[in-house]
């Protein structure tokens, strides 16, 4: 039986022993699931795309399932001009706007004065705004559909004169539900900001108002572009409490505008897919304008306790 005598270990031109060579990473089910999650979500839009571009005659003739005889841009036309997108577009701003910088607002308010004061209820005011977002919205609908309609509203604020068929009825409602998840996310931000900040400001004669205004909001802008991104995407597509609170069919939102692509025997799914698509543009244009801060402000400070 020969024995072999083990080679002695190579040795670079200085002595050392060479580097030992990395082994690939194995990353490969990792990408094998990001690749398969990220599929199952873009086919859907993929496939609204396709039938949004193809005609409703030739889906009928051959099915969806097959190669298309022709595409066009008939379907988002018809879908702009039908169901009236335009006027349903400026509802959408009319109350997206306005609540979304109301519940930024009256969110840091309650934020700031959670983290920069310390008292007894400090952990239990949050925790009271943090619950209202268990609730879901179809147990609270009943109570305030009748709140709604014992509150009055001056003329030049509600034709009704009541809360309930107005926009600021909507508005109030999504800053209401929105504070708690907003108060949440940026008193655990404001914490992270030091208390020397605030607290040399205040030896310098500023006041409370001061402080929050001009030193914690500027220092909370990531935070805020984050929030503003979420808050914007999820009131424009809501389509609930505009469905429940709002009488007037004029006055509903964008998302409401896609009831009036649907007839009372016949309903083009291809029209539809190009009235849903066009109503999402605008939470497309939202998340690519903040993307650089809404990254930001998901990962500063979530190392920080």
């Not at 179809?138 to 709140?147: E, K, M, S």
């Not at 404001?190 to 605030?198: A, D, G, H």
């Not at 609930?240 to 009372?264: C, H, M, Y």
Request: aromatic share 14%; hydrophobic share 50%; proline share 8%.
């Amino acid at each position: 039986m020969t024995t072999t005598t083990p080679r002695p270990a190579t040795r670079t031109r200085s002595g050392h022993p060479p580097a030992p060579v990395p082994r690939p990473r194995r990353d490969t089910g990792r990408h094998l699931l990001l690749a398969t999650v990220s599929v199952a979500w873009l086919v859907p839009l993929l496939w609204a795309v396709y039938t949004s571009l193809r005609p409703y005659g030739d889906t009928a003739r051959h099915g969806y399932f097959s190669w298309p005889r022709a595409l066009s841009l008939e379907n988002f036309t018809a879908a702009w001009s039908q169901s009236g997108m335009p006027r349903f577009f400026f509802n959408s701003l009319l109350i997206t706007v306005p609540a979304v910088l109301g519940t930024l607002l009256f969110s840091a308010a309650v934020a700031f004065f959670a983290t920069r004061f310390d008292f007894r209820l400090n952990l239990a005011l949050l925790m009271l705004f943090t619950a209202g977002n268990l609730l879901p919205a179809q147990v609270l609908i009943t109570p305030l559909y009748r709140l709604y309609l014992l509150i009055p509203l001056p003329w030049w604020m509600s034709d009704s004169l009541l809360l309930y068929n107005s926009a600021w009825g909507i508005i109030a409602v999504h800053i209401a539900y929105q504070c708690g998840f907003c108060t949440f996310v940026l008193s655990n931000y404001m914490r992270t900001i030091p208390k020397e900040i605030t607290e040399a400001a205040l030896v310098d004669g500023a006041p409370v108002w001061r402080q929050f205004a001009q030193i914690v909001l500027p220092l909370c802008r990531p935070a805020f572009a984050a929030l503003a991104t979420l808050e914007s995407i999820w009131i424009y597509n809501d389509f609930f409490w505009p469905l429940t609170l709002i009488e007037t069919g004029d006055k509903r939102p964008v998302t409401s505008a896609l009831a009036n692509l649907q007839g009372a025997y016949f309903t083009n799914p291809n029209l539809i897919a190009a009235g849903a698509l066009m109503t999402a543009i605008p939470t497309l244009l939202v998340y690519f304008a903040l993307q650089r801060q809404f990254i930001s402000g998901l990962t500063l400070g979530s190392g920080k306790g």
